[in-house]
């Protein structure tokens, strides 16, 4: 099956399944990001969105690169490839930067209105401890989520190796009673802690009204709380 021939993402049976395993069932290892982009263009951004491009395709077009050649690109009719682009080669660049760094997809993304999802002036903060951060302001976002949120933050948990260790690909499901998965899995785990171990579930509780259940202080052992 060549590539012309292949199933595209939006057209998969299957609609809870995993794009990397999407990917690996579909495609092999000679594929080039831009390739892929022009290809299947759904694909590439939710490889994209969800952190698992470099899985999927590492080091893309790296040998053009090692012998200091620069490889056309090729991106379809889909303009938005252009803006994955940008997220995932020079996110944080401010316009002025990306006109002298890469003046060709500048213009494209000029010409397809999508320069203000540029921005003009850079922007700093310091998150400090960025896994505390995300826990404080966005626990119960999936990476998709948080990358449409704050995509500073999701690059900077990339670079320091905590975005798949500890940001979640879906939302995890705590069914209609929070409080009793929490009894089940997490009994007698205080406050403080629960909001450490699983942000989300502790987000979920409070917005339950049920964090009163959940003590302020480590319980005896067996001491389950009660179900509301």
């Known amino acids: 099956m060549n590539l012309e021939d292949k199933i ?8 809870d399944m995993n794009p990397l395993d999407f990917f690996r069932e579909h495609y092999d290892s000679s594929i080039t990001r831009s390739r892929l982009a022009r290809k299947d263009g759904g694909l590439y951004r939710i490889l ?10 590492p080091h893309a077009d790296q040998n053009a690169v090692e012998r200091g050649k620069k490889k056309k ?17 020079y996110a944080g660049l401010t316009r002025g930067q990306l006109k002298k760094k890469d003046q ?7 010409r397809d209105g999508l320069l203000s999802h540029i921005p003009i002036m850079q922007e700093h903060r310091d998150f400090g401890d960025p896994l505390a951060y995300y826990q404080e302001h966005y626990a119960d976002l999936t990476r998709g989520q948080l990358w449409e949120k704050d995509q ?13 260790e500890q940001i979640p690909v879906k939302k995890k499901n705590f ?8 009894n089940e899995h997490y009994p007698g785990v205080t406050r403080g802690q629960l909001q450490k ?12 009204g049920l964090l009163e ?16």
């Open 175 to 182: 069914g209609k009673d929070a409080l009793a998965y929490y």
């Open 152 to 164: 500073n933050l999701y690059h900077r948990l990339r670079n320091d190796g905590l975005l798949l």
């Open 73 to 89: 690109r090729h991106f379809g009719d889909d303009p938005l490839v252009y803006l994955f682009y940008y997220q995932q080669h």
């Open 213 to 228: 259940h959940i003590p302020l202080k480590k319980n005896t052992p067996g001491n389950v709380i009660p179900q509301k």
């Open 8 to 15: 595209k993402w939006s057209k998969r049976e299957n609609k």
């Open 48 to 57: 994209s969105n969800r952190g698992l491009l470099e899985q999927a395709i």
């Open 104 to 110: 060709s997809l500048y213009c494209r993304l000029r």
């Open 197 to 208: 171990q699983e942000p989300s579930l502790y987000k979920r509780l409070w917005n339950d």
